[in-house]
């Protein structure tokens, strides 16, 4: 299938504290393979892997074992390369409270050398996709959680990234929040052919948003395909049943 792939994991493993009583496995042997223009969903419950693997992905991490191949470069050889080309927007970001929404983006934009003219070109485009542009001149400090995020979802994309890495995009935010980071995904997505790697807890949200998804538990990718493939495979009735199933251990099969 993949004629093109911008991710390809080669039993990508992560191994905390080797060695010691701690030791944690937090990533096992993944093989993985995403395609260009892909949208692709990372499920899995608390600490089965999701934020390590991403991590792993950008260079924040180097592996235990195993390869990861971004962009067509080795992350433990080319993260330069790699790092100048994709976006994250972590689990728990750092976001400047003392700037504005719009000094958030550019500020961060001019990091990679992009011109300031350039960078209020696309942060106009930025601030009125996430619905924040008449608050663009406030500190960010004044902002609530979601709102905040939304300036975050908006800073990632300000480069221009051939791949984004979104770690728990809509969470905390509320419903009228998400959906509206939903909604830019998806029309990145449709419009741009954008390349878009996210973890969540928000089943619907796979279903609405994903080509395909990989669910994890404890480390090990248990489950790849498409969301209806799955259900279809387990037949069960929603994605949500596959997953509880699988990661019970008590199986998804109903008759
Ligand atoms: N820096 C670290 N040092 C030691 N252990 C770690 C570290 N980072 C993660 N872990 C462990 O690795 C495992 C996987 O953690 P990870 O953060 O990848 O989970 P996750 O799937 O993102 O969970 P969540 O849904 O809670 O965000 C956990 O057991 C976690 O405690
Ligand atoms: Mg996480």
New binding site residues.
């Given amino acids: 299938m993949a004629d093109d792939p911008v991710i390809q994991t080669e039993d990508l493993t992560k191994i905390?504290?080797k060695g010691k009583k701690r030791e944690?496995i937090?990533l096992d042997s993944v093989n993985l393979e995403v395609e260009r223009g892909e949208v692709f969903g990372l499920l899995?419950p608390?600490?089965?892997?999701?934020?390590?693997l991403i991590r792993l992905l950008v260079g924040l991490l180097t592996p235990t074992r195993g390869k990861a191949i971004v962009l067509g470069k080795d992350v433990t050889k080319d993260i330069n390369y790699i790092r100048e080309r994709v976006a994250l927007l972590p689990?728990e970001a750092g976001i400047y409270e003392r700037l504005t929404a719009r000094e958030n983006l550019v500020y961060y934009g001019g990091f990679y050398g992009i011109p300031e003219e350039e960078l209020h070109k696309r942060a106009d485009r930025l601030l009125d996709l996430v619905g924040l542009r008449k608050k663009e001149d406030y500190q960010v400090k004044g902002f609530s959680g979601g709102m905040k995020r939304k300036v975050l979802v908006a800073r990632a994309l300000i480069i221009e990234p051939q791949i984004i890495f979104m770690d728990e995009p809509t969470t905390g935010i509320d419903t009228l929040g998400a959906r509206i980071v939903r909604n830019t995904l998806k029309k990145l997505s449709e419009e741009e052919k954008q390349t878009i790697i996210l973890?969540t807890?928000d089943l619907n949200e796979v279903s609405e948003l994903c080509d395909r998804v990989g669910i994890?538990n404890e480390g090990r990718l248990v489950e790849i395909g498409k969301p209806q493939e799955l259900e279809e495979k387990f037949k069960a009735a929603n994605l949500e049943d596959v997953f509880t199933g699988l990661v019970t251990g008590e199986g998804v099969f109903r008759e």
């Fill in positions: 905390f504290e944690v937090a899995g608390n600490g089965a892997g999701k934020t390590t689990q973890t807890h994890l």
